[in-house]
Nanobody, 116 residues
């Protein structure tokens, strides 16, 4: 019954920045892990950033140094700050959460388009 809702997607120029947010219907700090995935038609879905209490943050090599994943205690959101955006970052971005008992939940996705 957990609901995840992404927001913040849109059109941005290459080199610009965009911040995504994922609002959850439960306390995000109660999840074992949360992550941002992205999907491009014709390609496999890939995880771009993740965060866990045990292991901290982890990033795909393609976004390391440009993206930052974080949890906002006040807003109860999972955020993804994305800087130095490239055309290759264009995709539908999905919020993902996993519970301690390994139930998985997905958001509906938000489109991000980077123009060059």
């Amino acid at each position: 019954q957990v609901q995840l809702v992404e927001s913040g997607g849109g059109l941005v120029q290459a080199g610009g920045s965009l911040r995504l947010a994922c609002a959850a219907s439960r306390n995000i700090f109660g999840f074992r892990a949360m992550a941002w995935y992205r999907h491009v038609p014709g390609k496999q879905r890939e995880v771009v950033a993740s965060i866990t209490d045990a292991a901290g943050t982890n990033y795909a090599e393609s976004v390391k140094g440009r993206f930052t994943i974080s949890r906002d205690k006040v807003k109860n959101t999972l955020d993804l700050q994305r800087n130095s955006l490239k055309a290759e970052d264009t995709a539908v971005y999905y919020c993902h959460a996993q519970t301690v008992v390994r139930q998985e939940f997905w958001g509906q996705g938000t489109q991000v388009t980077v123009s060059s």
